[in-house]
C-alpha cells in the first residue's frame, strides 16, 4: 500500500473527518471564570489511538486572580498512572473572548464562548493540536466536555468527560 493511501486508512482508522456538537442548555450564556471558581469534578474516558480506552478523573480547583481572571489547578488521574497536577490561568479579553496559559501547552490558550458552550484551543509539545468543546446543561452545574487532539489534521485521541461543580 502506497504512503497516502495508508495515511488516508489511518485518518478513517481514527475518525479524523467527524464532528460532535454537544447538547447544552441554550438559555444561558457560559462564562469559564465563573463556571470553574471553586470546585468540580469530572469524569471521563480517553481514547488513545490504537490503544483500549481510559478512564480520567480530575479534581479541580478556582481561584480568582487580583484583578480578574482565575487560577485552576487539577489533579488528573489517567487509567492506573499516578495523578498529576496541572494548571490553568484564565483572563477575560473582550466579550466572550478569553486567554490564558496550561502547564500542558506549547503557547498560549485561547477561549471562545457562544451561548451555553464555549472552544478552547491550543497546541501542545510535539505538535499536537487540542480542541475542547464545553457545553452547559440545564442544570447549570453540569459541563460536557469533548476534547480531540489532533497532530498532521488527524486525530490521535479523544476524550469525553463529564464535569460537575461541586459547590
Known sequence: ???VPALACLGLLLGSCTSVRLPADGRVQFDPIAYFAGLSHGTGSLRIALSA???VLVESVGTPLPGGG???RQSVQQGEKAPRTREWRIVRVGPNRYSGTLTD????VTITAAG?????RYRMPGGMEVRQQLALQADRRTLLNHMTVTKWGLR???LDET???LD
Open 1 to 3: 500500500m502506497g504512503r
Open 53 to 55: 480506552p481510559q478512564r
Open 70 to 72: 482565575l487560577r485552576l
Open 105 to 108: 501547552a506549547a503557547g498560549p
Open 116 to 120: 451555553p458552550r464555549a472552544v478552547i
Open 156 to 158: 490521535v485521541a479523544r
Open 163 to 165: 464535569i460537575r461543580k
